[in-house]
């Protein structure tokens, strides 16, 4: 019988195939294919290259730390434990000053007192006894933190600071970092917490060419560091942190900000332990004693050696303790003859006619000056003080006096730059009229304020080139509200003035100059009107050099930052200034010249900022006590009743311009005005005829400078002469004599007498306002 015919469908098993006994043959599959990575998974690696990698990295890292450790060692103290001097030489190559030899002496840990060390470790590493010599946390934080813009954070624990200090330097390089990476692990393991703490102290650069926590005691509180309190341990500690611009004696700017730390420190010390609250409120801010300059920088030598070292420190160009190590020779900008120039100018028209012994007002003098190339923004001359070594703040870096009037024709630049208007509409050129009347209410201010003139004068209807002649203060607070005061203060800052300078504050009132720029940055704000609109940065520094190197200066390409017509305009009105208003002084100079004089509050600072077409300089008489440090009024000073910035300070400049540029050809300046800028001022309306509707804006004129007012003139109802003196004549009804005062200042007669804001006087009152 035949076998039965497999079913459909039904496949033969292979003889040769094993399988088990009665079981039914299955279908062979062929093996299951992986399915290939599309799109963006194509670019990620599998699990298992990841962990590989991974396992290969901790590897290496080990090895290479491993490797590290055993490598380097503790090598033996750098030079920076014998720092050098650094060489300060004039432009042209002719040495200024060294800056000494470092001071510094070392003391055991036992002869510190230990709330002096409890200060230092709240202000630079509270975990310091617990931890190890290396937080890598704190260095990923500080990395972390400097990459997102937070500025340059530090992540080193004392141990590494102690490193860096005694065994390596301040260079800021990778080789550095890794090296003080592996010397603290090693340092950490071999040696106690209080060796370290000791060297740490020992070698901690503190300012004022101090090394060391005994050096600084001395420096700053003439005592041994035995005898040190909890409070002066804490600023010393505080001074850790940026030993420079923490000296409250050499910068009182920045006194806020090393109180701010200075509490800081003695919180941390509360927060740990090492100080009870009773004892923390009973705690008052201990004032540092007098820096004592070493004789080498008598005369101007320091002041120029300061303001270099300041000029490094805050541009970054090297930090403090950096710089401190020594080495460097350090080319200025300084121009030797023109800084003896300066010098010589301050001698003849101001120290020569002092007399403290028989005028008390004279003790109370001081005098600061810089001066600027606008062209190039090189700092050609500086003038801090009488004598470093006796009058140790500089005075043409500090921050801490009202620049008063000369802060006016900011406000005009910044009314040309933005195509500003009055409030009825009409815009704003020296030719544009505004009332003048003593204490007049600012309109359209969200803060009331209604100014007094110097001498409390009322002009009427003037224009505003006369204004900027006789500097009215009515006029100026209300023209920096139609402005706008942010856009004042951006003008201002685009022009050379830092943002961060005290005071600075918009509002009304800053017309009057009630901010505290310092001599320098005024001299910058005026080099850039003077370069038509274009901002350089200033430099002190021509050039830094260590063991043949060269270091990295920072860029300084000029910028436009106000139009030229903004700039120019302003400089014709301060070339009326010169030659029609208070700063007639300046003509002495022999060359076309634009300037604004200026007087703070309570006559406290007197100021002429003025330029040529070649060069820009500021000075500034100012008041000061020599025993307490606090600023006091001019009054009597040099036996005048008043001190103007039309007088000393102008007379000052021009003495100092002519020698200055006595090797060059006189140059006029070279302007382009805003349309209707060169129109010869038109006489204004009588006092009751209505504003000037907007339709009434003024066409352009011929090229023509504002001409000297004349006697019979009508300004506003006042009639005025224009004189150095300030005399003004009533048509030949009377006589009386003001003064400059900044002062900016007329006064008006009659046949009634002296007639001041309205009312009847035989003598004009003492300000107690800014002009």
Not at 184 to 208: C, D, P, Q
Not at 229 to 251: I, K, M, Q, R
Not at 381 to 410: C, E, M, W
Not at 603 to 629: C, K, N
């Amino acid at each position: 019988m035949s076998d039965q015919s497999p079913p459909p469908g039904w496949t033969p098993r292979d003889p040769d195939t094993p399988g088990e006994p009665g079981s039914t043959p299955r279908q062979q599959r062929p093996p299951k294919a992986r399915r290939p990575r599309t799109g963006w998974r194509r670019y990620v690696p599998g699990w298992r290259l990841v962990l590989g990698c991974l396992l290969l990295f901790v590897l290496l890292l080990g090895g290479a730390l491993v490797a590290g450790y055993l490598l380097v060692d503790i090598p033996p103290a750098n030079s920076a434990a014998v720092a050098q001097s650094n060489v300060y030489l004039y432009s042209d190559g002719s040495q200024i000053a060294r800056d000494g030899e470092v001071n510094r002496v070392n003391v055991p840990l036992s002869q510190i007192p230990r709330t002096v060390q409890e200060a230092v470790l709240a202000a630079e590493d509270r975990d310091f006894h617990s931890e190890r010599a290396v937080d890598p946390k704190a260095m990923l934080r500080a990395a972390w933190n400097t990459l997102m813009g937070k500025g340059k954070q530090s992540g080193s624990t004392i141990t590494q600071q102690y490193v860096k200090n005694y065994y390596l330097g301040q260079e800021q390089t990778v080789s550095r970092k890794v090296k003080e990476f592996f010397i603290a692990m090693k340092l950490g393991r071999e040696e106690s917490k209080n060796h370290i703490l000791e060297g740490y102290l020992n070698t901690s650069y503190f300012g004022r060419n101090a090394y060391g926590i005994q050096a600084a005691a001395q420096a700053y509180y003439g005592k041994d560091v035995g005898k040190l309190t909890t409070a002066e341990g804490a600023y010393l500690a505080t001074l850790l942190n940026s030993p420079s611009a923490f000296d409250v004696v050499a910068h009182p700017q920045s006194r806020a900000r090393a109180v701010a730390r200075w509490n800081y420190v003695l919180d941390g010390m509360v927060k740990k332990g090492w100080m009870s609250q009773a004892e923390r409120a009973a705690t008052r801010f201990p004032e540092p004693g007098r820096i004592r300059p070493a004789a080498g920088l008598s005369g101007q030598r320091g002041y120029l050696v300061e303001a270099v070292k300041d000029y490094i420190l805050d541009h970054k160009i090297l930090d403090d303790t950096t710089l401190a190590e020594g080495g460097y020779r350090i080319t200025t900008t300084i121009d030797k003859r023109r800084q003896n120039a300066f010098v010589d100018a301050v001698d003849e028209e101001m120290v020569s006619e002092l007399e403290p012994g028989t005028r008390k007002a004279d003790r109370l003098v001081r005098a600061g000056g810089a001066s600027i190339d606008p062209a190039t923004g090189k700092v050609v001359a500086l003038y801090g003080g009488i004598d470093y070594t006796k009058q140790y703040v500089n005075n043409a870096t500090r921050h801490d006096y009202q620049v008063a009037s000369t802060f006016k024709p900011f406000v005009f630049t910044s009314a040309v730059e933005n195509g500003s208007r009055t409030r009825d509409g009409r815009r704003i050129t020296p030719n544009t009229i505004y009332n003048g009347d003593n204490k007049r209410p600012v309109a359209g201010s969200s803060v009331p304020f209604a100014p007094e003139n110097e001498g409390q004068l009322s002009y009427g209807d003037i224009t505003v080139n006369t204004a900027t002649d006789l500097s009215v203060n009515t006029v100026y607070a209300q023209m920096v509200v139609d402005v706008g005061t942010g856009k004042v203060k951006k003008t201002a800052i685009s022009l050379g003035i830092p943002e961060n300078t005290p005071n600075f504050v918009s509002g009304p009132a800053m017309a009057l100059g009630t901010m505290q720029a310092s001599v320098l940055d005024m001299t910058q704000a005026y080099a850039t009107l003077a370069d038509h609109g274009r901002y350089t940065p200033y430099t002190l520094v021509e050039k830094i050099t260590k063991e043949g190197e060269t270091v990295k200066l920072p860029d300084r390409t000029p910028l436009q930052v106000v139009s030229r017509e903004a700039a120019d305009t302003t400089t014709s009105m301060l070339v009326s200034v010169v030659d029609n208003g208070t700063g007639t002084a300046a003509l002495a100079a022999g060359r076309p010249a634009a300037g604004k004089t200026g007087t703070a509050e309570q006559d406290r600072a007197a100021w002429f900022a003025g330029y040529t077409p070649d060069l820009v300089t500021v000075v500034s008489m100012m008041g000061q006590d020599p025993d307490t440090g606090t600023l006091q009024p001019l009054y009597g000073a040099l036996g005048e009743t008043r001190i103007s910035g039309g007088g000393y300070p102008a007379r000052i400049w021009a003495a100092y311009t002519k020698t200055a540029l006595e090797d060059s050809e006189p140059e006029d300046f070279d302007l382009e005005l805003e349309p209707g800028a060169a129109q010869s001022p038109p006489p204004p309306p009588p006092a009751d005829t209505p504003e000037q509707s907007p339709d009434d804006e003024q066409s352009p004129g011929p090229p023509a400078r504002p001409s000297r007012p004349t006697a019979g003139q009508n300004n506003g109802g006042a009639t005025t002469q224009g004189t150095d003196a300030g005399t003004t004549q009533g048509a030949g009804q009377g006589t009386a004599q003001g003064t400059d005062a900044g002062t900016d200042s007329r006064t008006t007669a009659g046949p009634q007498g002296l007639t001041q804001g309205g009312t009847t006087a035989g003598r004009r009152p003492l300000p107690e306002f800014v002009e």
